[in-house]
């Protein structure tokens, strides 16, 4: 398990929130004065699949989901305190059963 941050300082929001599928995916852009991107969000239950451009960190900060990568079978649950890492230029379904997923992107060089 790894230890996610309670919060970030130093840092610039975007108050216009990502909204994917109807709303039950939402998140909020966090810009780093080292020129790093994360975003903050939420999914609600369902099951969605998203592409990446750039390679990407999970990590669960409350809630849990089922993902399974791109060109994969397997599907890895997930809880709060972990992570999952997805390649540039790929992508993942994630599955939520219930209750909420909480989460922080980072977007990986």
């Known amino acids: 398990m790894s230890t ?5 300082a130093g840092v610039t929001v975007h108050t ?4 994917y599928f109807d709303g039950n995916v939402v998140s909020h852009t966090v810009l780093f004065a080292d020129q790093s991107k994360k975003t903050l969000g ?3 239950p369902g099951s ?3 592409g990446t451009g750039a390679a990407e960190r999970m990590e669960i900060v409350a809630g849990g989901c089922a993902v399974t ?3 994969s079978t397997e599907t890895t649950l997930y809880g709060a305190g972990t992570h999952f890492d997805v390649p540039a230029n790929s992508g993942f379904t994630i ?3 219930s209750g909420l997923c909480e989460y922080i992107c980072s977007f990986l060089p």
Request: glycine share 0%; proline share 5%.
């Open 48 to 50: 969605y699949h998203f």
């Open 16 to 19: 216009k929130a990502n909204v």
């Open 4 to 8: 996610l941050p309670t919060q970030f």
């Open 95 to 97: 599955a939520v059963s």
């Open 69 to 71: 990568l791109d060109n």
């Open 42 to 44: 939420l999914i609600r």
